[in-house]
């Protein structure tokens, strides 16, 4: 699928969802905000950029940290949900590979489970990197592989009942491994420096039907009626991802 199809598809996919994402995933993603922020060596008084904001979660831990945010989000829906979750910061609508931001404006910028969801993520990355202040950093998540899990759970119930999911598929030459060493490498060919990049795993708990009531419709879900597979989701969710970041450094 062209870079252009598959974001076309997450327009689709994340659109008017705020409230159900803010009930159900928002809560699995809230595992690794702690990893990122301290990769990204967040401080009092330093402008953070968060990417793909969602309903807030990122910018909500970093505010708490006295520390300057701005959200940005292709979403109209998770950026009103974000604005009222985190007052003080400032949200915008905006659409990776492209910000609209001055080069070089932020001390750190944050993507938590973003890059796994652009149709071109080294284009992506660069423009983390170009938002960045020299000596700054970057810290991004992604959902890794083998899948942890919460995830498998999710594909094993899709295929023991039988429905097909349409994966959306990056072209070969926008993909990458999702793998520790496949993020790392992406992060050094946007040209960020001393990448360090792990698997990190947490455990959520969650009421099973309660949280099915709502996390079925949301992002590549809403393909699938939630009445076709919400007999599966009988225990724990458990996640993994990459954490990765990176420093980024002027003439180097
Ligand atoms: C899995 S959610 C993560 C949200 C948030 N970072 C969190 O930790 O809860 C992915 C978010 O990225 C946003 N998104 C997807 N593609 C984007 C893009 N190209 N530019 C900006 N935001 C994007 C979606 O609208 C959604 O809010």
Known sequence: MSAAEFDARERCNWSGLAQRYG???????AGSVSFLTESAQVQPGHRILDVGTGTGTVAAAVMS??????????????????????????????????????????????????????????AALAELRRVTAPGGHVAVTIWPQPPSPGAALLTQAIRDCGAQRQISKLASQDDFPRTERGLRELLEAAALHSVTCKVIDWVLEVDPAEW??????????REFESSHLSFWVRSSTGSGTSVASSEHRTGS
């Open 23 to 29: 009930q159900s995933y928002a809560r699995v993603c």
């Open 65 to 122: 940290t006295d520390a300057m945010v701005t959200g940005v989000d292709a979403d109209t829906s998770m950026i009103e949900v974000a604005a009222r979750l985190v007052p003080e910061a400032d949200f915008r609508l905006a659409t990776l590979p492209a910000l609209p931001f001055e080069d070089a404006q932020f001390d750190a910028v944050l993507a938590n489970f973003v890059i796994n969801h652009v149709g071109r993520p080294m």
């Open 212 to 221: 099915w009531e709502v996390a079925s419709g949301v992002s590549w879900m």
